[in-house]
């Protein structure tokens, strides 16, 4: 996953296994410490939610039924 403001707006990409190409999110939006996210892989739409840790870290629930974790890339 990457992440970039654009126009002020915050904008997600994501590629897919076995793919060259980045994917748009249908949404991305940071409001507090948490990162609320939401695409369609595979033909189903998915929702993650990340609360941040500390600055390289968060965890959080995907679909609200799997547990997370994150770890910044730099």
Same mark, same amino acid.
């Given at each position: 996953?990457? +992440?970039?403001?654009?126009? =002020?707006?915050?904008?997600? $990409? +994501?590629? &897919? !296994? =076995? ?10 939006? &940071? ?6 996210? &939401? +695409?369609?892989i595979?033909? $189903? %739409? ?5 609360? !941040?840790? *500390? *600055? %390289? ?7 609200d039924? +799997?547990?997370?974790? &994150?770890?910044?890339?730099?």
């Amino acid at each position: 996953m990457r +992440f970039e403001t654009k126009e =002020g707006k915050l904008k997600g $990409y +994501f590629t &897919a !296994k =076995g793919e060259q190409t980045e994917t748009e999110m249908t949404s991305a939006e &940071a409001k507090g410490d948490e990162l609320i996210l &939401a +695409f369609t892989i595979s033909g $189903y %739409d998915i929702n993650l939610v990340i609360t !941040k840790k *500390d *600055d %390289d870290h968060g965890s959080g629930k995907l679909m609200d039924m +799997f547990e997370v974790e &994150a770890t910044r890339v730099k």
